[in-house]
């Protein structure tokens, strides 16, 4: 199907607009009334502009207040409606949306309101035109897709349709059932179909609408549903996005362009309308690769953790440090960015690096450009939202290039202890530019296979973070983004690691006798502790000098210590026990509290 | 009346929020649990710091999901109260706050609530602590203040009472007349009394509570009206803020307490607990001065303008010019920031500077030091919040020192043209830190007694800000605060100086023909006025050949023009007709683009 997006989904001016829209790969826009209003370009220019982009105007929008009035009324809307019509002809656009009158003039007439839009329909078609009528969540008498069909359905007029707008048809119905009466409308009188999701908030419709709308799979509605109905009924038009949202306001347009497209290409695969490669989730996460422009600091930490440094690039200064399934890369690089030490990529293991690059590819994920010698094992890279570089690769396996070809055993190297089923990666913490949350959600979820779970506010002493895992139903791979309350946090958070082990106690014991510094929690959090569980004797105790710290919940415990911080990194020992499968989510103030205070102690 | 607020509506560490709270003043404070679990502090430490610091502790909070419950549940919970009752012994707080049960397991039983509340206060009482029991909003069977009451006076225990929150009773109530019934609980059986302010949002009540809460004043809550009723139903306790706000939690914890505290002391004023001196608002902007670190980029926007450089400071590179009642100065002194030329200080015309000092000291402004010599006339000035300097004073009056007596006719200097009755200050427009733009509503309605208008947001090209205006009831002193759409943005914005003129064509025109650049403005712009209004021939074209941008509404129409921006200021000039209060709101997307894509355009 052809795809569109409304400029107001974008920022910028309507040059930068339509430049990112075409960018991305869209077909068409609708052009909002303001992005014309305040562009230098004349409608002429704007046409040409388009054409220039491959880009069709596929509405105008929006009409507003026009139908149910009394006749004086009415009069001077036709009139705006004339000196629009005659600017859409300029432009050459010939669909223009009409919304449900909001203002207190309406009167709650259907007929009145069929024969009215009859009347600018018939305007409309002397210039060639046809008119999508919509209703508002908020109209004052007309608000349902039912209401605004059965108005055009009574005026009987070729040249007037409906627009469907999924915001304003599913903030209104709970009911799945509510909306199959969409299938009913003969799909040639769908003139046009808006696509938004948003977020399920218990607010009012026009503030929800106005500021919270995101691309489809970023919020909460079924839009798949929706639009199988609206497929059903006929509609052969536009897939259009009409996003207003307070973030994507400020973000750069062609990201966002980017991140929209791809909303849709995920969509279609879920009506199967596209069918881009099938994706193939990761099963396991290979290594993570840090990069430092001193390799002592984090070396040292990865030593006392009872990692050993058992292999070294042949053509790079990257060390692989392993313990049992957990391989951590050590790259000496430059020093790209100020902060050091990061976490700079993430080797994903899947049963077919090359599909699920395929996929990655298909979804617009940025490939990147082999960082490896010709000789080198084939490496798929893409580019994660954040930055991150995301490898497909395989551990030994069978018929697969294996991406530690490239590592050879050198002189001096230690062997990694022998507790492979024990250590691995628990989870990755990855911190996200502001701007750009809903779009690592659905990047993660729709690129890599990976399944978002519920959005969590944490408290930082310094504002809110909000933080959402992106997890494989095993849990084999579970990664946490994380954004912080504003846009000067961008870097003010750490990455961290955190390393799965079957005896936390021992491994904070043993890391602490190897010369580790642990991160400590204070004793009023160990007293509260005690208040709200009941331990075994000195069991507390034990965590209270190690400073671990302890969650409970009906699936299982979860326990969990840190490191001290290397430039922006950071290691967790974690424990779990039963099925638990959070984070540790009530003990992150205490921890976020403990590394400020500790911002003395942290390292280089 | 004592004064307290809550940890939680402050940033940073437990330290640092009570360092903020003493220095700002508060009598004392409500320690949030979770702050107390983040600290390094013991008990003991926390009590003597704010023994030290001046402050008492008034509640420790919140104990939750206590009431209600199956017997064996309730038995874990008074496992845990006893845990705190002793930590409280320790801290030296003897008010706990128990909100009313949101868990599942809570039963829709008054009877046992209150027969398990009573043995809550039992054990409180054997620690010497007093139970303050709250309803949430949200509260699953127990969520209104009568219901709360009525439930503590069936329990009948000394040591139990209730807590009265402004938010969960405001935000629940409508009418004035449900909250009566706050006058009939004995006051000695109030507890405790927590304030917040919120902005009327229609949202779900938890969401708006944990994010949205403000200080008194800076919401839509009438608090005012609240207080009278507790007061009158015999409360004695502390006035406490507690307030939950996405922003505060970011922002500077000193500013933030100062900011809470004058929010107390005006809500004091208000139900007549408290008297600071009384207000005198301003009668007119007496000057606007800029600082520049080059003077003639400006001085020539002013003088195609028309203005005459009267006059100059007799010890200061300072000019005055001065076309009307219209005085801007100039001053050239040392380049502080970077961005050049700004609006740093404005001269409020008062019939009693000395008064309007008072007032701003009484109520927390920061005095600012003379920055004139002794033999300058005495010069009365405060920092609003966002830095600018506001001086009180007094021109041409018969009995007051004249500001102008520093500045002394120069040879050369020109004489102002002589149309003192059509040339003034229409508005000035500022740029507010993101942090604190509820702070500087707060601060322009207490302190200089001007009011809050509507808040309106703006969609600029690259994100909506949000603009307020603050004025007399007469429009002779408007100012009007914006504020980005993200702390990025805190500096994007300039600055603007409005001047109002009886002929903005013509005034248009000379200054174009003295040389001046007017802000281009999109024809498509002109083409959208003539679809929605009728102008007389000629009309349209005019303001189009000029960039003069027009809005009418019910009361009058408003015609404004924009200069080119010198560093970060610029000038508009304004005609208003007929009672026209706004801003021209509908026509500021169009400006914003309007300047960014003049970008090369802007000067100096």
């Not at 669909?95 to 024969?115: F, M, R």
């Given at each position: 199907?052809r ?27 609708e ?9 230098p370009l ?5 046409r040409a502009?388009?054409a220039?982009?491959?880009l069709t ?9 026009v139908?149910a ?9 036709l ?20 919304c449900?009158?909001?203002s207190p ?8 309101a069929?024969?009215q ?7 409309a078609?002397?210039?060639g ?8 969540a908020?109209?004052?008498h ?8 059965r108005?055009?359905?009574?005026a ?5 349709g ?31 179909l ?7 908030l218990g607010m009012d419709l026009?503030q ?21 109905h609206v ?9 259009s ?12 347009a062609?990201?966002t ?6 909303s849709?290409?995920?969509l ?34 990865l ?14 200064p990257?060390d ?5 399934d957990?391989r951590i890369l050590?790259?000496t690089?430059?020093?790209e960015?100020r ?5 700079a990529?993430v080797g ?20 990147l450009?082999r ?6 094992a ?5 580019a ?9 690769c ?6 697969l ?6 590592f050879g055993?050198?002189?001096?190297a230690?062997?990694?202890?022998d507790d492979d089923?024990?250590w ?8 996200q ?16 296979g990976?399944?978002?779970q ?13 933080s959402r ?12 983004l ?13 990455q961290?690691?955190?390393l799965?082990?079957d005896d ?10 190897a010369g580790?510094r642990?991160l400590?929690?204070p ?12 331990f075994?004797?000195?069991?507390l ?5 190690l ?5 409970r ?16 990194v950071?290691f ?5 026990e039963?099925?638990?499968?959070g ?7 205490v921890?976020?509290?403990?590394q400020h ?8």
């Amino acid at each position: 199907m052809r795809t569109s997006i409304a400029t107001v989904s974008l920022s910028g001016s309507l040059t930068e607009k339509l430049t990112a829209a075409s960018r991305a790969g869209f077909d068409g826009v609708e052009i909002f009334e303001n992005d014309l209003l305040a562009s230098p370009l004349t409608p002429e220019e704007i046409r040409a502009r388009c054409a220039d982009l491959g880009l069709t105007i596929d509405l105008y929008q929006p009409m507003r207040d026009v139908e149910a009035l009394p006749e004086e009324d009415f009069a001077r809307a036709l009139r705006r409606a004339r000196h629009k019509f005659e600017l859409m002809g300029r432009l050459g656009a010939d669909t223009v949306l009409v919304c449900s009158n909001v203002s207190p003039q309406a009167l709650d007439d259907d007929a009145l309101a069929a024969e009215q839009l009859g009347r600018l329909a018939d305007l409309a078609q002397d210039h060639g035109i046809r008119v999508a009528y919509e209703a508002l969540a908020w109209g004052r008498h007309i608000n349902t897709y039912d209401h605004a069909w059965r108005v055009v359905e009574a005026a009987g007029h070729p040249s007037l349709g409906t627009c469907l707008d999924s915001f304003h048809i599913l903030s209104r119905y709970g009911d799945p059932k509510d909306i199959e009466g969409i299938e009913d409308i003969p799909g040639d009188k769908i003139f046009f179909l808006q696509l938004a999701d948003a977020p399920l908030l218990g607010m009012d419709l026009l503030q929800w609408s106005r500021h919270y709308r995101c691309f489809p799979g970023q919020g909460g509605f079924d839009l798949a549903g929706l639009l199988r109905h609206v497929l059903r009924a006929g509609y052969t038009g536009p897939l259009s996005l009409e996003v207003f949202n307070d973030v994507f306001r400020q973000s750069d347009a062609g990201r966002t362009a980017v991140d929209a497209r791809r909303s849709l290409l995920v969509l279609q695969e879920q009506v199967g309308t596209a069918a881009p490669p099938a994706p193939t989730a990761p099963i396991g996460v290979a290594f993570a690769e840090l990069v430092t422009p001193d390799a002592a600091p984090v070396s040292a930490v990865l030593g006392a953790l009872g990692f050993a440094r058992t292999a070294r690039h042949r053509g790079k200064p990257v060390d692989l440090w392993q313990r049992g399934d957990a391989r951590i890369l050590v790259n000496t690089g430059p020093a790209e960015r100020r902060e050091g030490t990061r976490l700079a990529a993430v080797g994903l293991e899947t049963p077919d690096p090359a599909a699920s690059a395929h996929r990655a590819e298909a979804l617009l994920a940025p490939v990147l450009p082999r960082r490896r010698s010709p000789e080198d094992a084939p490496l798929e890279a893409v580019a994660a939202p954040d930055g991150t570089e995301l490898f497909f690769c395989a551990t030994g396996h069978p018929r697969l290039p294996d991406w530690r070809a490239d590592f050879g055993y050198v002189e001096g190297a230690g062997s990694a202890p022998d507790d492979d089923a024990r250590w691995g990666v628990d989870h990755l913490s990855l911190t996200q530019p502001w701007h750009q949350f809903d779009e690592a959600v659905l990047f993660h979820r729709a690129v890599l296979g990976l399944r978002p779970q519920e959005s969590v506010d944490v408290a930082d002493p310094y504002g809110l973070l909000r933080s959402r895992a992106v997890t494989t139903d095993d849990g084999a791979v579970r990664i946490v983004l994380t954004v912080g309350a504003a846009p000067v946090d961008d870097t003010a958070h750490a990455q961290h690691i955190a390393l799965a082990t079957d005896d936390v106690v021992g491994a904070a014991r043993a890391y602490r006798a190897a010369g580790g510094r642990l991160l400590p929690i204070p004793d009023n959090y160990y007293a509260d502790l005690a208040a709200r569980f009941e331990f075994a004797d000195g069991e507390l105790e034990t965590y209270q000098e190690l400073g671990i710290l302890y969650d409970r919940d009906a699936q299982g415990t979860f326990r969990h210590c840190y490191t001290h911080t290397v430039g922006r990194v950071f290691f967790e020992l974690v424990q779990r026990e039963g099925a638990y499968r959070g984070y540790g989510a009530p003990n992150a103030p205490v921890r976020l509290a403990a590394q400020h205070a500790a911002r003395g102690f942290t390292g280089g």
